[in-house]
């Protein structure tokens, strides 16, 4: 269970939107009787409120305006972004510009990602948020006959879970939510490194060989195998990590 | 600190527009920077992480601390107008 100051430390994300559903969940149940907490989360909400029904607008920092111009340019070598944009006095641009700009940038910036991509950001992100939130595991056990069953009832679908190899401990397990379904995430560690496999059903694919990707300065594994997707995500080296996808399957 | 957090929430309740733009350029440009992304643009945390260059870590953690700053700021300007 967590504390008063766990709570508060997650609350903003807890606003936003942004955390797993088991601790939203917790969090819910923790503001309905918190004294403490509760006046907290009321006073961001109504700070949230404020600012968006108050018709504020606002300059974009010029130092973003480089960064997002950067970035596109890293996305789509050669392309202008609006002459409003290369305008002096940019400093002075409004709202309107700022909402364009975004917008702009992250659609261009989007433009050309595939469904892949998105996945290695998401299991990235989820891997940063267990972390964060010192929410690894909602099972902790190492015994496999205890995970396994923990996730009946809870996932429309019955994940294998198998023993990492010698290196790798089994530390637990835990709900998660990717690419907009339900996932079971198993949780290992080897030595003092944490190792997410996320996993879900895909039924009508075959079997795919191990893939890689780095990001952020994590390292990333995924395969289908047996009508299960399979993503391994850890800040340990490439080459355990595969010594670890490898054993796995 | 209850007394506080509910004297924020008041005076956030009661605080108009000019007083919230006043709040907001208190903020350092790195705090104004991740509240215009969240509450005016509607970023996403991993959103904002992309556009800013930032750790998404960092995202959440600068946001918590412009939103505690701006609330505390809001509620110093209630204070000094009605003083």
Redesign the interface.
Known sequence: MMTCDGIQ?L???YL?G?LDAVTNIEIDRHLQTC??CA??Y???R???T???N?????PP?V??VG??RS?LDAAHPGRKLRSVFRRPGLQLVG?LA??SL?AW??LS?RHGTTPEDLII?EVV?SH??SL?ADHLTDVPSTDLHTVKPWFHGRLDFSPPVKSGGSDFSLIGGRLDYLGGRPVAALVYRHQQHPVNLFIWPLPDRSDTEIQSRSL?GYNLLWWTQSGMSYWVVSDLNAQDLQEFARSYR | MGWAVAHATHAIQNADRRLLIRALEELSTEYREAIVLRELEGLSYKEIAEVTSAPLGTVMSRLARARERLARCVAELVNEERS
């Open positions: 430390s609350i903003h994300g936003d942004e004294p403490t006046p907290v009321t006073r961001c109504t700070l949230q404020a600012l968006r108050g018709s504020l607008s606002w920092p130092e973003l960064r997002v970035a709202a700022m909402v975004i940038g992250l910036l950001r992100s940063v948020r964060m952020q």
